[in-house]
C-alpha cells in the first residue's frame, strides 16, 4: 500500500493534540456546519441527509485521531495512506471550522491567513486554537502535496 | 478561503465554464468561507467533478472572488449528491434551481 510518513516532535504536540481531542469528539456527535437544504426537500430526505453527514463526519473524525496511536507515542511518525486520506482531509477541516467558529471568532480573516497574530494579545486557549487551527492546515497541506504518490497515481 | 501565508494575490483569469447537462434545471454552488485552504478546495473540486486542475483552480477563485461559483448544473438528484458530497469535505454547498431553464 502506498503511504507516507510524517514525523513529529510529540512533545511539541502534546498540548495541540490536548486541545484538539476533545473537539474530535464533538464532531462525532455533531455537525460543525448546518446544511443549507433546498426549501422544498421533505423531512425524510432532511434527517437522512443530516444523518448521513454526520455519520460521515463521525468516521472522519476516528481516522484522523487514529493517526495518534502507539506508533505516533513510540516513535512521533503518523502515517497517511489511501485508506485514511481523505478522511483525515475532511476531519481537519471540519476542526479548523469549530476552532474558527469558537476560539478564533474575534480575529480578523486576514490576520489568520497571514499569521500576523499578537500572539502575547492572545489568551492561553485562543494560543492553543490558534495553534492547532495552524497545525491542522499543515497536515492538510502535506497530504494534498503528496495525495499523487497516496493514491499510487505518481 | 485561506491562502495562509503565501501573502500571493490571485484572480480568476477568466470566467469559469460550467458543465451543463442540456435542459435540466438545477446548480451546484458552492459558496466562500474564510477557513478551508485554496489548494483543499482546488482538491476537492478535482476530486468530487473529475475537473483538471486549472479547471478547478478557476472556480476557486471564483468562490474566491466573487464569493461563490456555480460547479455544475443538471438534474436534481445528481446535484443532490454533488452538493451532499461537498459537504461531507465541510465546504459550504447549496442546491438552486436554474432560473435559466
Same mark, same amino acid.
Given at each position: 500500500?502506498?503511504?507516507?510518513?510524517?514525523?513529529?516532535?510529540?512533545?511539541?504536540?502534546?498540548?495541540?493534540?490536548?486541545?484538539?481531542?476533545?473537539?474530535?469528539?464533538?464532531i462525532r456527535d455533531d455537525l460543525v456546519v448546518?446544511?443549507?437544504?433546498?426549501?422544498?426537500?421533505?423531512?425524510?430526505?432532511?434527517?437522512?441527509?443530516?444523518?448521513d453527514l454526520r455519520e460521515k463526519l463521525g468516521s472522519d473524525s476516528d481516522?484522523?485521531?487514529?493517526?495518534?496511536?502507539?506508533?505516533?507515542? +513510540?516513535?512521533?511518525?503518523?502515517?497517511?495512506?489511501?485508506?485514511?486520506?481523505?478522511a483525515?482531509?475532511r476531519a481537519?477541516a471540519a476542526?479548523?471550522?469549530?476552532?474558527?467558529?469558537?476560539?478564533?471568532?474575534?480575529?480578523?480573516?486576514?490576520?489568520?491567513?497571514?499569521?500576523?497574530?499578537?500572539?502575547?494579545?492572545?489568551?492561553?486557549? +485562543?494560543?492553543?486554537?490558534?495553534?492547532?487551527?495552524?497545525?491542522?492546515?499543515?497536515?492538510?497541506?502535506?497530504?494534498?502535496?503528496?495525495?499523487?504518490?497516496?493514491?499510487?497515481?505518481? | 478561503?485561506?491562502?495562509?501565508?503565501?501573502?500571493?494575490?490571485?484572480?480568476?483569469?477568466?470566467?469559469?465554464?460550467?458543465?451543463?447537462?442540456?435542459?435540466?434545471?438545477?446548480?451546484?454552488?458552492? @459558496?466562500?468561507?474564510?477557513?478551508?485552504?485554496?489548494?483543499?478546495?482546488?482538491?476537492?473540486?478535482?476530486?468530487?467533478?473529475?475537473?483538471?486542475?486549472?479547471?478547478?483552480?478557476? @472556480?476557486?477563485?471564483?468562490? @474566491?472572488?466573487?464569493?461563490?461559483?456555480?460547479?455544475?448544473?443538471?438534474?436534481?438528484?445528481?446535484?443532490?449528491?454533488?452538493?451532499?458530497?461537498?459537504q461531507q469535505?465541510q465546504?459550504?454547498?447549496?442546491?438552486?434551481?436554474?432560473?435559466?431553464?
Amino acid at each position: 500500500m502506498k503511504k507516507i510518513e510524517i514525523k513529529l516532535n510529540q512533545d511539541a504536540l502534546a498540548p495541540i493534540l490536548d486541545h484538539i481531542k476533545p473537539l474530535a469528539g464533538e464532531i462525532r456527535d455533531d455537525l460543525v456546519v448546518e446544511p443549507q437544504l433546498h426549501s422544498d426537500m421533505d423531512a425524510d430526505l432532511r434527517r437522512f441527509w443530516k444523518q448521513d453527514l454526520r455519520e460521515k463526519l463521525g468516521s472522519d473524525s476516528d481516522a484522523l485521531m487514529n493517526l495518534f496511536g502507539r506508533r505516533f507515542f +513510540e516513535e512521533g511518525v503518523i502515517e497517511i495512506n489511501p485508506d485514511n486520506a481523505d478522511a483525515v482531509l475532511r476531519a481537519s477541516a471540519a476542526i479548523r471550522l469549530l476552532l474558527r467558529q469558537r476560539s478564533l471568532k474575534h480575529f480578523p480573516d486576514e490576520s489568520l491567513e497571514s499569521g500576523n497574530v499578537a500572539h502575547n494579545e492572545m489568551s492561553l486557549e +485562543e494560543q492553543r486554537s490558534y495553534a492547532s487551527y495552524l497545525f491542522l492546515a499543515s497536515i492538510q497541506e502535506v497530504v494534498i502535496d503528496h495525495m499523487d504518490i497516496i493514491l499510487g497515481n505518481a | 478561503m485561506n491562502q495562509l501565508n503565501t501573502g500571493t494575490t490571485v484572480r480568476p483569469e477568466k470566467s469559469t465554464d460550467t458543465v451543463t447537462q442540456p435542459g435540466r434545471g438545477w446548480k451546484v454552488v458552492v @459558496h466562500n468561507d474564510p477557513v478551508n485552504l485554496m489548494s483543499y478546495v482546488v482538491m476537492v473540486f478535482q476530486r468530487v467533478f473529475g475537473y483538471d486542475k486549472e479547471k478547478a483552480r478557476r @472556480h476557486m477563485l471564483e468562490v @474566491h472572488e466573487q464569493n461563490r461559483s456555480v460547479l455544475w448544473t443538471g438534474e436534481r438528484e445528481v446535484a443532490e449528491n454533488y452538493v451532499h458530497t461537498l459537504q461531507q469535505w465541510q465546504l459550504t454547498a447549496t442546491l438552486e434551481r436554474n432560473e435559466e431553464d
